[in-house]
C-alpha cells in the first residue's frame, strides 16, 4: 500500500480570545506571522508538534496541521483556505490586512 | 409587537450570567475547548476563520426600532460597525472578542433579544414570511404561531439533544416567502372548505448535501392541534432519526428511509397519545400572544403625493417599482429596504444604516422591521403619503437601491470569506455579478430573476432553490463554481439541476452573463421570466450557452 509522501506543514490554530489565526513558532510561541512559523518537513516531528499544540488549549483553539511551503521570507500558505487566514477577508480590509497597514 | 415575558426575560438573564461564568472559567484555564466548546455554541457563538462570531436569533424576523437601535449599538461597541442579516432571519457579528461576548449577550437581553438556539441539534430559530402582518395575499399573521412555537421549542427538555439540528418555517400566505418546503417542517396556514382556519403541514424538506422538498403529511391540521402534531412529529424523529451518521441523520433521510406513509402512521399515533396532555393551557396562550400581534392603527389618507412624486422622478419610480409589495390595508404599501447596493456584500448594513432605519421605522413604519431570509431588511407598514421622505432618507444613507428580486439581488453566505466550513468564497461573486450587470444596466429588462450563492455543500446561501444556484466548491486546490438552474424556493418549489462542470472564479460571471443571454434570446416575450422560459424550454438552450466549447465539439 503507498502512502502519499509527507509534505511539509506548519501547526496552525486561533487564538483564544479574538480568533486571530496563529501558528506555532519554532521556539513555542504563537505568531499571528505565518511567515515566523515553524516549517515541519518530517511526519514524526509534525505528530509531535501538534501534539504539543493540542496541550495549548490556555492560548488556543482547535490547533491542526496544515501544508507550507519554504518561501525567502519564511513559511507560506499553498492552498487558498490558510491564504485567506494570513489576510482577512476579501470584502473589507478588517483582520491581518489591516493591522499589517497600521503597522502591527 | 409582542414583549418577553417576566418568565423569559429571567430565563434569558439566567443563561448569560451561567455563560458569563463559563467564559470566566474558559479564559482562566478551568474548562478545556472541549469542554466548553458545547456551551459556547449553545449561546451562539462559533469560532470562525479570522475570529469568533456571534449568531444572533431575530425570531420570525420581527424587530422594533428600539431592538434596532441596539444592534447597531452592539456593532459600534464590541463589533467593527456593522452587522450580517443571514437566510435564517437571524444577524451575525462577524469580530466579537471571547471576553465580551457575556457584555453582548447582556445588551442583547436588554431588548429581549438572545443568541439560544441559534446552535446545536435543537429546534432552532422559527422563520416566518417577512411579510407576516403587512402582505395583501394573507389568510393570517402567521407570527404569533410562531412565537407559540418559539416558546413550546426554548428549552425544551426533551428537544435539547436531538439527532440533528431542527429548522421550522411558518407561512400566512398562499404565496410563500418562507420556503416552507425546504424546511424540518414547514406550516402553510391554510382554510378548509367551510372556512375554518388550520395547517397544511410539511415536513422533510432541507437544502444542504440532499436536497428534498419536504412532504405534505397533513393536508389539513387544526389550529388547535398544532402543538401536539409538532411535538409527535418532534417525538418520532426524536426516536428513528440516525444518530449514526451526521450526514443521515437530519428529518428529511428519516422520512425518505421510513417513506411517508409508515412516518405519517408513526406521527397520527403518537399526537393521538399527545393530545390530551395539552389540555387547552397551549390555546389560552396562544389567544395571549395573538393580542400582541394585533394590527396597528392604519390610518386613511390620501397620496397624490406619491403618484406626482413617480411622475417627477424616475429614480423614485424605479425604486417604487421593483422595491414595494402590496399591503393589506388601503393606502399602505410595504417596503423592502436592499441591502445589496451594487458591489456590497450581501446581507450587510452598517450601525449608521441600522439607526436610519429603526428611525424610520419609528417616525413612518409603526415602529417595525422585519429581516427578509434574502438577506433585506423591511419596513413593513408605511403609507404611501410617506414614502417620498422614507425613500430621501433610504437614499441618503445608501439605501434606495432599487433592485428587490432582480438579477442583483442576490443571496450569499459569508463563504470562505468567514466561514470555517467553507469550501470556496461568495461575497466576491455576488459583488462581481451584480457589478457587472449594473455596468450593463440590463438588470431591470431581465427582471426578476434570483441568484443564490453557497460557499459550501451545506447551503446555506440556498443555491438548490435559486433561479440560477451557485455552489462554490473547491477542485484540487482551486475555487470552482458549480451551476444549477431552475430551481424555486416558492411554493412550486423545485430542486434546480445541476448544468455541467463548473467554472473557475474568473469565468463564472461571464458564464452567468451567457446563461442570461440565452434567455433573452429566447424568452417569448418581456412577461415571461428567466424560470417561466426555464420551464418552457427545458435546460438545453442554457446550457448549450454555458458550454459553448462542448456544442461546437458535439458538432465536428
Ligand atoms: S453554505 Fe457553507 S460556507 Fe456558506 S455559510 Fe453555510 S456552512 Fe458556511
Request: with cysteine; net charge negative; proline share 5%.
Amino acid at each position: 500500500m503507498s502512502r502519499r509522501p509527507f509534505t511539509p506543514k506548519v501547526v496552525a490554530a486561533n487564538a483564544l480570545l479574538d480568533g486571530d489565526a496563529v501558528w506555532l513558532t519554532a521556539d513555542d510561541r504563537w505568531t499571528r506571522d505565518m511567515a515566523e512559523a515553524e516549517l515541519i518537513e518530517d511526519e514524526a516531528v509534525a505528530e509531535d508538534r501538534l501534539i504539543h499544540a493540542l496541550s495549548q488549549g490556555h492560548e488556543v483553539v482547535g490547533a491542526y496541521l496544515v501544508d507550507a511551503k519554504a518561501t525567502a521570507e519564511g513559511p507560506a500558505p499553498t492552498h487558498f483556505r490558510e491564504a485567506f487566514r494570513t489576510r482577512g477577508p476579501s470584502n473589507y480590509r478588517h483582520g491581518k490586512q489591516a493591522d499589517a497597514s497600521r503597522g502591527l | 409587537m409582542y414583549h418577553y415575558t417576566e418568565f423569559d426575560e429571567a430565563f434569558v438573564r439566567e443563561r448569560v450570567a451561567q455563560f458569563r461564568a463559563q467564559v470566566e472559567r474558559r479564559i482562566d484555564g478551568s474548562l478545556t475547548e472541549d469542554e466548553f466548546r458545547p456551551l459556547r455554541l449553545m449561546n451562539g457563538l462559533y469560532l470562525q476563520l479570522h475570529a469568533y462570531m456571534l449568531r444572533v436569533a431575530i425570531p420570525y424576523g420581527t424587530l422594533n426600532s428600539r431592538q434596532m437601535r441596539q444592534l447597531a449599538l452592539i456593532a459600534d461597541r464590541w463589533d467593527k460597525g456593522y452587522g450580517h442579516f443571514t437566510t435564517r432571519q437571524n444577524i451575525q457579528y462577524n469580530w466579537p472578542k471571547l471576553q465580551d461576548v457575556p457584555d453582548m449577550l447582556d445588551a442583547l437581553a436588554d431588548v429581549g433579544m438572545h443568541a439560544i438556539q441559534t446552535s446545536g441539534n435543537t429546534i432552532r430559530n422559527v422563520t416566518a414570511d417577512h411579510f407576516a402582518g403587512a402582505a395583501g395575499d394573507e389568510i393570517a399573521d402567521p407570527r404569533p404561531v410562531a412565537e407559540l412555537i418559539r416558546q413550546w421549542s426554548t428549552d425544551h427538555p426533551e428537544f435539547q439533544f436531538l439527532p440533528r439540528k431542527f429548522k421550522i418555517a411558518v407561512t400566512g400566505s398562499p404565496n410563500d416567502r418562507a420556503v416552507t418546503k425546504a424546511h424540518d417542517i414547514g406550516l402553510r396556514m391554510v382554510r378548509n372548505e367551510v372556512g375554518v382556519g388550520g395547517f397544511e403541514v410539511i415536513v422533510g424538506g432541507g437544502l444542504g448535501r440532499t436536497p428534498m422538498i419536504g412532504e405534505v403529511i397533513r393536508d389539513f391540521l387544526p389550529q388547535e392541534d398544532l402543538l401536539p402534531y409538532l411535538e409527535a412529529i418532534v417525538s418520532v424523529y426524536n426516536l428513528l432519526g440516525r444518530r449514526d451518521n451526521k450526514y443521515k441523520a437530519r428529518i428529511k433521510i428519516t422520512v425518505s428511509e421510513t417513506g411517508i406513509e409508515e412516518f405519517r402512521a408513526r406521527v397520527e399515533d403518537q399526537f393521538e397519545q399527545l393530545r390530551g396532555e395539552f389540555g387547552g393551557a397551549d390555546q389560552e396562550l396562544l389567544a395571549r400572544i395573538e393580542q400582541s400581534f394585533a394590527a396597528p392603527e392604519f390610518r386613511t389618507a390620501t397620496f397624490e403625493n406619491f403618484n406626482a412624486a413617480r411622475l417627477a422622478n424616475p429614480a423614485f419610480r424605479a425604486f417604487t417599482d421593483t422595491n414595494l409589495a402590496s399591503h393589506r390595508a388601503e393606502g399602505y404599501c410595504i417596503v423592502t429596504v436592499s441591502l445589496k447596493a451594487h458591489g456590497a456584500t450581501p446581507g450587510d448594513a452598517t450601525s449608521d444604516q441600522m439607526r436610519v432605519l429603526a428611525d424610520l421605522a419609528e417616525t413612518y413604519g409603526h415602529d417595525e422591521l422585519r429581516i427578509s431570509h434574502e438577506q433585506n431588511v423591511i419596513l413593513p407598514h408605511v403609507h404611501k403619503s410617506d414614502l417620498p421622505k422614507v425613500y430621501a432618507t433610504l437614499r441618503e444613507a445608501g439605501l434606495a437601491t432599487a433592485n428587490v428580486g432582480l438579477i442583483s439581488d442576490i443571496i450569499a453566505c459569508p463563504g470562505m470569506d468567514y466561514c470555517a466550513l467553507a469550501t470556496a468564497r461568495s461575497i466576491p461573486i455576488a459583488q462581481e455579478i451584480a457589478t457587472r450587470f449594473d455596468e450593463l444596466k440590463l438588470e431591470h429588462e431581465i427582471g426578476p430573476l434570483k441568484i443564490k450563492i453557497s460557499g459550501c455543500i451545506n447551503a446555506c446561501g440556498h443555491h438548490h432553490v435559486g433561479h440560477i444556484g451557485i455552489l462554490g466548491l473547491d477542485r484540487a486546490g482551486v475555487e470552482n463554481y458549480q451551476i444549477t438552474l431552475g430551481g424555486d424556493h416558492t411554493e412550486t418549489a423545485v430542486i434546480g439541476e445541476r448544468a455541467g462542470p463548473g467554472f473557475p472564479a474568473d469565468e463564472i460571471v461571464p458564464a452567468i452573463e451567457r446563461l442570461v443571454g440565452a434567455y433573452l434570446e429566447n424568452r417569448e416575450d418581456a412577461g415571461e421570466t428567466f424560470l417561466a422560459a426555464y420551464r418552457r424550454l427545458g435546460p438545453d438552450p442554457f446550457k448549450a450557452a454555458l458550454y459553448p466549447e462542448k456544442e461546437t465539439a458535439d458538432a465536428a
